[in-house]
């Protein structure tokens, strides 16, 4: 899906609301470290029509969120990292059920950037201790029915 | 577009998930000569996408932005590649349960599709060729230990899983593919073997109606798409001389009955197991990054719904957390400590599937208040399981709730709170329904031999018979179901006694 170059400001900005760069605390992207456009274009280009439609409208409903929302003549470009963490919250926590999905399109957009990253996954501490698989038939053991009397996996 | 005459063989198959590979195994093993179609592509396990984005959108329907409309969209999952949605799924296992096969037998006849001296050998066999063993304590992780421990403090009926994948090791990458082919989906184990029998395979195959002649199925039409670009390339025909077998899934066996003008209530009755699924955060290390993805269950069929252990990639799991910026930031900087569990729920709703604009599917369903309150009461549990196996936070996801309940007391917040089927995140990976299943032609589109009542030679083979939904993980019941009526084809079809494989 191509977007105009608006879009692509108003996408790239949106999604990297959601993990500003620099917080003191947390996964804080690291400066160029997310291609915040890439994972856009993947899964629409995976998408159903219905879908790139929806995706589309994120875009809009979010950039322009600062008009529609708080009735301010500007798009979501101009706004601090501050303000625009405030209004992604807000656009969560909306009463429409269509705004809340919408939002959380781009928030899903935004962690499939962000911990696609091998370096903030890494830090993410997801892999952290992993053990190394093991495979020991013999051990395998069921564990204790707390009701003996449940119904198994073969009723 | 160009158009080509692709194959002919004794039977034509549609689709590889469950439903097609287990009537490929049977025909192929029996002797008949066979084409499969799948409109995905055939992925080897070492080429499959380990990151999420990539996972979904290699190996899922439309990257899994499939939905189902209603007063709030809900998406439906299905795999779109060799082997179907066993390729993405955990490889649950559950036998069809008592209950159902008595009500399939006294309300649609099916007596002799499901009785169970009559399935009870082929699950048996089944459960043998695909490895199927209870989940081990060493791969059930630390997600599903956390649910073991809440399970047992409240003295529900826990067990792990029974899973077709005897020699899991942990990994906790069903959905992008088994990295060691452990799990026994349908592209490991079924369609190679019934391509080993002498069966053929044609990826990237969409089929679009069946031919019918003088009221009997020869064939089926459709077209081959780019394997790069997934655009329609040529159109192509495939012969069948003995039969056409249905097993596109629910969703799209329906429109090609629909586009082929078949009889019968096709499209209705659609049902799923719509689920929903909360986060706890631990003070220790959960590591949803080593274990079965989905190894321990809290079955609680006769309220309605079960309760499951489900890890996710670290991108999913980041999404699902609550909050935005540095709040966000902090509480994702510890991804190895937190666990997550769905409630999958028996809906009575029912929906439809039509063709929409272009051909495109076009799903209706509603859940009724029931549906919503039964699926709160599963939520309800999950949240005191979460706090006894002694999470700190609990996130349930549920708009008119606290983001946050940070104690077993607040539990009461989630069980007081009005819920509409729009405060809920929703989704659906079971489907049912769409072309069912009885003895009756004017209430259901195929007999109990699977065959269409309208259209001779004309078989659907996947859960879209089942005329109701199960309460239970429905691969084992669709293999077995498809077993059974592949067996009696291929008996009645070479005259002889039906002995597969």
Redesign the interface.
């Known amino acids: 899906m191509r977007l105009l170059n608006l879009e692509r400001r108003l996408l790239e900005a949106t999604l990297a ?4 760069e620099g ?6 992207p690291l400066p160029g470290e997310i291609d915040w456009g890439a ?1 856009f274009h ?2 629409a ?7 790139r439609l929806g995706m589309r409208a994120a875009i809009w409903l979010a950039g322009l969120a600062p008009v529609w929302l708080e009735r301010r003549p500007r798009t979501l470009l101009s706004l601090s ?2 303000e625009r ?1 405030a209004l ?2 807000r656009l ?2 909306h009463r429409s ?1 269509a705004v ?2 919408l939002t ?1 399109l781009l ?2 957009q ?3 950037a ?3 990253s091998a370096t903030a ?1 890494a ?9 190394a ?5 013999d ?5 204790t ?3 003996s ?7 | 577009m160009r158009r080509e005459t692709l194959d002919e063989a004794d039977f034509v198959i549609v689709g590889t998930g469950a439903g097609g590979a287990t009537a490929a195994r049977v025909l192929a093993a029996a002797g008949h000569s066979l084409v499969m179609l799948e409109e995905g592509a055939r992925l080897r396990t070492s080429e499959r996408p380990r ?4 996972a ?3 190996a ?1 329907r ?6 189902a409309f209603g007063s ?2 809900m998406p439906l999952l299905q795999g779109r590649c060799v082997g179907g949605s066993t390729a993405i799924n955990s490889g649950i ?3 069809m ?2 209950d159902v096969v008595e009500d399939w037998t006294t309300r649609f006849g099916l007596g002799a599709l499901v009785a169970p001296e009559l399935t009870e050998p082929i ?1 048996d066999r089944i459960e043998q060729e695909l490895e199927i ?2 989940t ?3 791969v ?1 992780g630390g997600n599903g230990h956390a649910m ?1 421990r809440g ?2 403090a409240l ?8 899973r077709n994948a ?2 899991c ?3 906790g990458e069903c959905l992008q593919g088994c990295p060691g082919e452990r799990r026994q989906s349908m592209d490991v184990s079924y369609v190679p073997r019934a391509l080993a029998d002498g069966a053929r395979l044609h990826t990237h195959a969409r089929v679009e109606r069946v031919l019918i002649e003088r009221g009997r199925a020869v064939g089926v039409r459709g077209v081959r798409l780019d394997p790069s670009t997934g655009r329609p390339r040529a159109r192509f025909e495939v012969r069948a001389r003995r039969g056409v077998i249905l097993s596109a899934g629910v969703i799209h066996t329906p429109l090609i009955l629909l586009r082929s003008r078949v009889a019968g209530p096709v499209g209705r009755h659609f049902q799923c197991h719509p689920g929903s699924a909360l986060l706890g955060r631990f003070d220790e ?1 959960i ?4 274990g079965a993805t989905q190894g321990y269950e809290v ?1 609680m ?1 006769e309220r309605g719904y079960k309760l499951e252990s489900l890890s996710l ?7 699902r957390i609550p ?4 709040e ?10 937190y666990a997550q569990w769905a409630a999958q729920s028996r809906f009575e709703a029912q929906g439809r599937v039509r063709l929409g604009f ?1 051909g ?1 599917p076009w799903v209706r369903y509603e859940p009724s208040a029931r549906d919503i309150e039964q699926l709160k009461e599963g939520l309800v549990w999950l949240a005191r399981m979460m706090f006894e196996a002694g999470a700190r936070e609990v996130y349930p996801g549920i ?1 008119h709730v606290p ?1 946050v309940l940070r104690g077993p007391d607040e539990v009461r917040l989630l069980e007081q709170a009005q819920i509409s089927r ?1 405060d809920l ?1 929703l989704m659906a990976s079971h489907l049912f329904g769409t072309a069912r299943a009885g003895a009756d032609p004017v209430r259901s589109v195929v007999g109990p031999t699977l065959e269409a009542h309208s259209t001779r030679a004309l078989y659907v083979m996947d859960a879209s018979v089942f005329p109701t939904n199960l309460g ?1 993980n429905p691969q084992h019941s669709i293999m077995a179901v498809v077993w059974r009526a592949a067996a009696q084809l291929a008996a009645q079809d070479s005259g002889r006694v039906a002995r597969a494989g």
């Open positions: 609301g959601f993990a500003p917080a003191a605390t947390g996964l804080s994972t993947g899964m280009d995976a998408s159903n029509g219905q879908a990292a501050e963490v992604l919250e969560l926590s059920f809340r999905e959380l928030k899903l935004a962690a499939f962000l911990l696609g996954r830090r993410s501490g997801y892999d952290r201790d992993r053990p698989p093991v495979e020991h038939p051990s395998r053991q069921r564990l029915l707390v009701d009397s449940a119904r198994g996996g073969r009723s | 990151d999420a984005a990539g979904l959108a290699q899922m439309d990257g899994g932005t499939q939905v709030a969209p296992i559950w036998r349960p008592e699950y063993t209870p081990g304590e060493d059930l073991a399970a047992q003295g529900l009926p826990g067990q792990p899983m029974r005897g020699r090791r942990g990994s290390p590591r949803m990054s080593f079955p069929r990639p670290p991108e999913m799991l980041a999404a909050g935005t910026g540095a966000w930031q902090e509480r994702i900087a510890s991804l190895d400590h272009g495109a708009h983001e729009a995140h239970v």
